[in-house]
């Protein structure tokens, strides 16, 4: 018996085409930007103003190391890596807590909280500055790295605890009723059985929160002075000199700022994209 392989469809050849063409345009028009900013790293200030967009003429590699030694990017990085991680695991904790309140505990008012955490995360910060600046200067905390961590957890703990929520809504209540059963408080159940079931969401939750204060400037800018315990984001003032900047410093020293966010994503990319998947599919 002969079996008769039938060719594929012109339309479904034609769709399959054009889903290529448009992702591919994605593609380039995602990693242009990269492409031009990697070039100009590797170009002099005048090359820049002459070819902005183009291939080096000149390779200067030593770029990297200038802009390593002018911004003191190794002090820079060590502060960005500390406050970053300590952010990270302080929204984490903060907000799966938050987050376990919400859908476990008999909370009067759970409708509230859920506005009070879509209002606050749909404010600006900058309603905050004064304020925050004249109590973290009256309390100690200003031009310290603790004080801009704690206004990071408040800061990006709010979309943390919804997004962490859609995990453990999604929990069956067996788990948590049998260990209940066998005599476990609220604090042991949270960690040891709640928590490593819904590590995919607060690994992503982490994840974002160290990245948003790895790259966040303003708050940065407004509460830490002292240059020694600046963030790498802030490094990038050094090649500003009057109303001139040093571009080709400028596009180093933030391709030097972005290999640590490179190496942390390639290393947790499963992770990160399975927790984003498994809350957004949460009911």
């Not at 059985?193 to 819904?198: A, E, G, R």
């Amino acid at each position: 018996m002969t079996t008769v392989l039938k060719r594929p469809r012109a339309p479904f050849r034609m769709s399959r085409v054009l889903t290529w063409a448009i992702l591919g345009i994605l593609a380039i028009y995602a990693l242009a930007p990269l492409v031009v900013f990697a070039f100009n790293s590797l170009k002099s200030s005048r090359e820049i103003a002459v070819n902005p967009m183009g291939i080096p003429q000149e390779w200067n590699w030593s770029n990297f190391a200038d802009a390593w030694s002018q911004a003191r990017m190794g002090q820079a990085l060590l502060n960005s890596g500390i406050i970053a991680i300590f952010a990270a695991a302080g929204v984490a904790l903060i907000a799966s807590m938050a987050a376990y309140a919400m859908t476990r505990l008999e909370l009067p008012g759970k409708g509230g909280w859920i506005l009070w955490l879509l209002v606050s995360t749909s404010l600006p910060i900058q309603l905050f500055l004064v304020p925050l600046v004249s109590w973290w200067s009256f309390l100690g905390l200003y031009n310290e790295r603790i004080g801009l961590v704690i206004i990071y957890w408040a800061v990006y703990s709010p979309f943390a605890t919804l997004l962490i929520r859609s995990f453990l809504i999604s929990l069956p209540d067996e788990y948590l009723e049998a260990a209940r059963i066998d005599g476990a408080g609220e604090i042991r159940l949270f960690f040891r059985i709640v928590l490593p079931m819904v590590w995919p969401g607060v690994l992503t939750a982490a994840l974002v929160a160290g990245l948003q204060a790895y790259n966040e400037f303003m708050l940065a800018v407004t509460f830490i002075q002292d240059r020694d315990a600046q963030p790498v984001a802030l490094s990038l003032y050094s090649f500003q000199q009057g109303f001139t900047t040093d571009y080709s410093m400028v596009s180093a020293a933030g391709l030097i700022m972005a290999l640590p966010v490179i190496i942390v994503f390639v290393l947790a990319q499963r992770k990160f994209i399975e927790g984003y998947a498994s809350g957004g599919l949460a009911n």
